[in-house]
């Protein structure tokens, strides 16, 4: 079982180079002169590249020689650089994070889950960054067994990120994976129980999740590709064992396929799931013997589907003439689709998600940026909504880890509630269990949220979600912050952030723009953001600003926004396209470099993404690609100010495609605004770690954000 579910906090990425590089560096390191700080140069390189008969230069190709001294050098004068910028408005950003670091409880904890016999939580202790994972017998049992002290995993590190958590059947052996460097490459630990002593058992090579066998004498592991961490081999490893010995049982040899492990809920399968954007295929042996995995429905290109095992049937979720998914049913052995049955029909909401126990079955649904719960009780199989309301918001499937449960566990969140966990009893009314805590007398009542339907250009409706503090809106005068996704399917429901009250008590206004390529509002909303579509995503978050404005929602000069990896590709799009609407930009970790990248099999996520973005060795979509691409398409401009952030060690999305994009931008900006970058030296794609860590680079974005909008307190 999987002991680190309990409650969460809430809060992508190509040839070789034809010249040398000289590089110059300048920065300014004494912010108490007057003089305004000098740029971190580099001297061009001139690297071409050629696909199609079409040139391309890339002026700064060899910021990707990440072991230079000199390119670790540029980095760190970026840092100085943009440190010597911000350094007028430094009370802002110190008063901004001391805000956010005050509303975390010092001591903290999340709502225990129920697994045979056993309550599993975590909390944390005073000040501290990292959790504490224990079990107890009694939900009240002020002794707990300590099964895992991350602060102590993470000791010495400067980067610790804990992956999966999973005890072996018997109880007394923890399997628990960690990545100390940020480019999620996880090793394998073991801890015994009973002697509390801790081993490496499997280097850092694996995906971050364990699997045990029935009976506990083995360990399940999916490995990554050394060059591209794609996840594409499975391993059994028999515990104390070498790892040279492990037996490789699967090989996912498509390069568009990724694969990784799971169980049943009832865990009499391990389950092999092997997927692409537009394919799945699940194999499955018994956890207990023998290890011969079987495909449960061969893959067919279109067909996407989940698997879970209940009352001698599986249960499925597919798209199978249902493009936004239906529940069905297969008996073992038996043909699909011929010999499979309707649970539930396809719906007019995306049905996301599902989850089972031997009394229940519930589903997620998503429409028009909600998502909501949808249950029914096997034994009468009436299908019900939990109801909170019309607000907008956020209902999903929480921590139902033991399949004797007779409740669904859900997880409520809108824009100006605290996370709230709720239970239910198919046919009765949801039970309170746990409101997230923060660290000073909130009032949610203060605040207003709302969804409109904004029009895009081609008659298509995009719903935004908003969020404001009452006392401080003033129509068609506030800043407002718009942020977007708009990728992979992803879909940017509604949720709650104590750190965003800093913006929200300063008058601000918050978006989240429901675009084309998320799911937000089905299937079709992503078909239509993707691939040969892709500019839609751009086009509809530049029109939600701007019908915002004309609704009044903001002041017209005080449009802001924000957007991380495939998100910061949204932020390179729109201000390629339109610098006009923006009074400044965050572009966090942002996937720029679309077509290098692209071009490139070697690196991270490349392949696998083919079908996401377009595959440009071919011919279409390289030109497609290329004409929006922001590395390749920065014009010259008078460009707002912008902050672009990245990691070192980012194995999504290369810290050099930022450090490229900015340079260029610079090259090309005709205004007075900065473009700054900040590279966190020590971590990767999801920044710092620990629970304070993090909080500086927030204080960072929204003080930066507060400066040019003119609040300076």
Known sequence: ??????????????????????????????????????????????????????????????????????????????????????????????????????????????????????????????????????????????????????????????????????????????????????????????????????????????????????????LFYTEKDPVTLRPYKVFRHRLGSPKEQDELLFTETDETFYCHLSKTSDEKFILIESHSTESTEILFAPAEGPFRFLPLIPRQRGHLYDADFHDSRWILRTNYKAPNYRLMALPPGAQFPDQASEIIPEQDYLIEDFDLTRHWLAWEGISNGDSHVYYTAWHDFQPRRMDFGPQPQSVVLADNNDYSLPYVRVLYNDLKTLPTLYDVVPGENPVFRFRKKINFAFDPDMYETARVMVPARDGEEVPVSLVWRKDRFREGQNPLLLYGYGSYGISLTPYFSSARLSLLDRGFVFALAHVRGGQDRGRPWYDAGRLLNKKNTFYDFIDCAEGLIQRKWCAPRQVMAMGGSAGGLLMGAVLNMRPDVWAAIVAQVPFVDVLTTMLDPSIPLTTGEYDEWGNPHVEKFYHYIRSYSPYDNVPRAAFPPVLVTTGLHDSQVQYWEPAKWVLRLRDNNTGPHPILLYCEMEAGHGGRSGRYGPLEEVAREYSFLLHYAGITK
């Not at 970026?78 to 956010?100: F, G, I, S």
Request: glycine share 8%.
């Open 1 to 218: 079982m999987k002991v680190g579910d309990s409650m969460p906090e809430i809060l992508g990425r190509s040839g070789p180079g034809v010249c040398g590089m000289l590089w110059i560096f300048t920065a300014c390191m004494d912010t108490s002169k007057p003089s305004p700080p000098r740029l971190p140069e580099a001297l061009r390189c001139d690297t071409v590249f050629q696909e199609f008969g079409v040139q391309r230069p890339d002026p700064y190709y060899r910021l990707r020689e990440r072991n230079h001294p000199e390119v670790i050098r540029h980095l760190e004068h970026e840092n100085n650089y943009t440190k010597a910028v911000m350094a007028p408005y430094k009370e802002l950003t110190q008063a901004v994070l001391e805000e956010l670091v005050a509303r975390i409880p010092p001591e903290d904890e999340g709502y225990p889950y129920f697994y045979k016999g056993w309550f599993y939580g975590f909390y944390y202790e005073s000040h501290r960054e990292y959790p504490v994972h224990y079990r107890s017998r009694t939900q009240e049992a002020e002794i707990k067994e300590v099964l895992l002290d991350e602060n102590v995993v993470a000791q010495g590190a400067s980067y610790c990120d804990v992956g999966d958590l999973d005890l072996n059947p018997a109880g007394n052996i923890l399997a628990y994976t960690v990545d100390f460097s940020g480019n999620r490459r996880y090793a394998v630990w073991i801890k015994d129980l009973s002697s509390g002593s801790t081993h490496e058992e499997i280097t850092a090579v694996t995906d971050g999740s364990v699997v045990w066998s029935a009976d506990g004498k083995y």
